[in-house]
């Protein structure tokens, strides 16, 4: 019952727009806060919610780096996410688009 649970926690989470799309970018590669606004163009505020949604719900982890933080994916233990991501569209594009030396924002 709790892996049931679990699982609905996640699916909710999924189930917005923003997150998702949040999550198919960083599994092309770590990104920091100002990428994900850049990319998604929307503000700095609205994303990092998500993303506190998105590490709350155990999806996503951070890794400083200077005075910038770095967010990836924590999926490894749920394999449904993998397999829900193979039937997404690549955002590879989108994130070969933007970099923190494009946006003059990180190290």
């Known amino acids: 019952m709790i892996e049931i649970e679990k699982m609905v926690e996640t699916l909710k989470l999924l ?22 606004v850049d990319i998604l163009q929307t503000s700095q505020p609205n994303v990092s919610q998500h993303i506190r949604k998105l590490k709350d719900g155990g999806l996503v982890k951070e890794a400083k780096k200077g005075q910038w933080v770095y967010y990836s ?6 394999p449904f996410i993998s397999d829900l991501f193979n039937q997404l569209p690549s955002q590879k594009e989108k994130v070969e688009s933007t970099s923190c030396e494009k946006l003059d924002c990180c190290d």
Do not use: A, P
């Open 15 to 36: 189930s917005d727009k923003t997150r998702l799309t949040i999550l198919l970018l960083l599994k092309e590669r770590e990104l920091c806060v100002f990428e994900l």
């Open 73 to 78: 994916l924590t999926i490894e233990n749920k």
